[in-house]
């Protein structure tokens, strides 16, 4: 799996970071990432409330993620780290010919959109899409939460963080 | 305590002592004082606002208040939770914001020296280092090699002295502020970390007042991020 | 970095908790200096430093443990007493004296814990020398849509036989509960 590029939203459904990993990749205008990123909200929110009701709480019927009753229980009795994609019924991927899309909330209401390149193994891509979630959601948390000099919600110019992604996504 | 039965081992063990109470070392994670350092030059700009602030200073609150998001954490333009305008504040250059960061520092440094002592000598049997401190030489390369490892997780790259009383610290990439990155700009992330150097500057001023030498430590920053500390005293080496 | 199911506290980088312990207590000492013992402006100072902590200490709670979003209060508190207190002060309060209504307890913390370890405080009734705390729980709920509030009822500092903190949850902020979660 190649990784094209990345996203993050904040709460309100505002880009805050926009990362071209793949050089050959065209690039849009800013104006274009901010209306993309804007839409792809609206679509994740307007995916939840057409998503059919899940009929019962069991693990067996989402596709992202299990139950979050049993992932706490999980957590607290070994200790070991689980997943937090708290995306149920919103978008959460979309597979295409030439790329697929996987769209990662966490509680606080942060989306990380990857896009990466298509795959026909449909389940190894998700679960290291899932893996590439976890760093990227760890990544986040150390270089821009840690950062003195940023400020909730807004933009994020990191270098460092940059260069961590970087890494990240070529250990991809 | 009687060991069990083995092979070639039907004796006592000396080596299975009772766990001797000053011996545990209890942790915290990391990031707790990272997140709590974060604060320092803030918390250090809002008190000197409000108390530079004549109005509020009649009127100290006499209850307890919680924030919250949308309160305002000071009479500072735009300082609501989570916002970092507060450091944008033409006052970050004031003084008494940077004397203030760098008492956080000496209170700090007058317990630490003898934190990090103390737990010198009780490995100094096991090949820790455990070398007595006898002149201030031993002093500064206790600060570069000890203080250094215990707050940063490495050393100080580089000691001078002119032997007379003058020392220059140096470390070539000072994690305090390398991970700082003023959108702006660098003179600007320079700027702004001036104020954080403050806090271990008072840090050495504290371990050394803590020795009973009196001294004066300023910190400057010649090519991000390698910091220089200058530390001047009055004692002949 | 970890991969899922790696062991939480295993993976944390860990500093001496003496460190910790005295560094907050110069800041802590520093402002009683500063605001002349006006202890009501210490704790309100020490309440917003925790706040600012807060809103960003929950992403990282997050990030390194996984938990998703609990479905009852009580589940909350139990992940905030086994895990959160854990993961960053390495200590578990007992959690007790639940309200009937389910939507109030108090979390009592061990002695000693990092924040106030060998402390003693001036005589006074006012300050609340781990105030820092509260500001952190009410601004880490905050940022994953609770609204409680958070104090101190007693302290050991000052005489009393525990330390414990009286969460209360006034409402859960359905607007802003993002998309996606049913």
Redesign the interface.
């Known amino acids: 799996m190649k990784l094209y590029s990345i996203y993050i939203l904040n709460k309100a459904g505002g880009l805050i970071y926009q990362n071209n990993l793949d050089p050959s990749l065209n690039r849009l205008t800013a104006n274009d990432y901010l209306v993309l990123a804007g839409t792809l909200h609206g679509v994740h929110a307007i995916a939840a409330k057409l998503t059919p009701t899940i009929v019962g709480k069991d693990s067996t019927s989402t596709t992202s993620g299990t139950d979050p009753t049993a992932n706490n229980a999980l957590l607290l009795s070994t200790g070991k780290v689980q997943n937090s994609n708290t995306n149920k019924t919103g978008l959460g991927s979309i597979e295409t010919d030439l790329f697929n899309l996987y769209v990662f909330q966490s509680l606080t209401g942060i989306k990380f959109i990857l896009i990466t390149s298509p795959n026909p193994i449909l389940q190894k891509q998700h679960e290291q899409a899932s893996e590439t979630f976890r760093h990227l959601y760890v990544l986040y948390s150390d270089y821009v939460m840690k950062d003195p000099f940023y400020s909730l919600d807004m933009p994020i110019k990191s270098q460092l963080f940059d260069l961590k992604v970087g890494e990240l996504a070529a250990l991809v | 305590m009687s060991s069990t039965a083995g092979p070639g081992s039907g004796t006592t063990s000396s080596s299975e002592e009772a766990p001797d109470i000053l011996d545990t070392?209890?942790?915290?994670?990391?990031?707790?004082?990272?997140?709590?350092?974060?604060?320092?030059?803030?918390?250090s700009i809002?008190?000197s606002h409000?108390?530079a602030d004549t109005n509020t200073l009649l009127s100290?609150?006499?209850?307890?208040?919680?924030?919250?998001?949308d309160k305002p954490?000071s009479s500072i333009p735009n300082d609501l939770?989570?916002?970092?305008?507060v450091?944008d504040l033409a006052a970050l250059d004031q003084d008494d914001v940077s004397l203030?960061v760098e008492?956080?520092?000496?209170?700090?440094g007058l317990?630490?020296a003898e934190?990090l002592l103390y737990k010198n000598t009780r490995f100094a049997g096991t090949g820790g280092p455990g070398s007595k401190i006898v002149d201030i030489l031993d002093i500064m390369k206790f600060v570069c090699r000890d203080v250094w490892k215990?707050?940063y997780n490495k050393q100080m790259d580089n000691l001078r002295t002119n032997h007379r009383g003058t020392f220059v610290l140096v470390d070539n990439n000072y994690k305090l502020i390398s991970?700082?990155?003023?959108?702006k700009g660098i003179h600007d992330?320079v700027s702004?970390a001036k104020v954080?150097l403050w806090f271990p500057c008072g840090i050495i001023r504290g371990i050394l007042k803590s020795f009973g030498v009196d001294g004066n430590v300023t910190a400057e920053i010649t090519q991000f991020p390698v910091v220089t500390f200058n530390i001047y005293t009055s004692i002949n080496n | 970095m970890s991969k899922k199911g790696d062991d939480i506290w295993k993976n944390v980088d860990k500093i001496n908790s003496e460190l910790f312990t005295l560094t907050y207590g110069s800041i802590v000492a520093q402002l009683c200096r500063d605001f002349n013992h006006n202890y009501h402006e210490v704790n309100n100072q020490l309440d917003q430093m925790g706040y600012n902590i807060g809103i960003r200490l929950i992403e990282e709670f997050l990030s390194r443990t996984g938990a998703q979003r609990c479905q009852s209060f009580k589940e909350t508190v139990e992940v905030i007493t086994k895990l959160g207190f854990r993961v960053f002060l390495n200590i578990q309060p007992a959690v007790e004296n639940w309200s009937s209504d389910g939507r109030s307890c108090s979390i009592v913390l061990p002695e000693p814990n990092p924040l106030n370890e060998f402390v003693e405080i001036p005589p006074t009734k006012d300050l609340w020398y781990c105030q820092i705390l509260c500001g952190i729980l009410r601004g880490a709920l905050q940022m994953i849509q609770l609204d409680v509030d958070v104090n101190f009822v007693k302290d050991t500092l000052k005489g009393d036989d525990k330390t414990e903190i009286r969460l209360k949850l006034n409402k859960i902020l359905k607007d802003e509960v993002p998309a996606g979660e049913d």
Do not use: M, W
């Open positions: 070392q209890s942790y915290v994670n990391a990031a707790s004082l990272q997140f709590l350092l974060q604060e320092l030059v803030p918390t809002r008190v409000k108390l100290l609150a006499d209850k307890d208040e919680t924030s919250t998001i954490l939770p989570g916002t970092v305008n450091l203030r008492a956080y520092g000496y209170t700090l317990k630490l934190l215990c707050l991970s700082l990155s003023s959108p992330t702004k954080h």
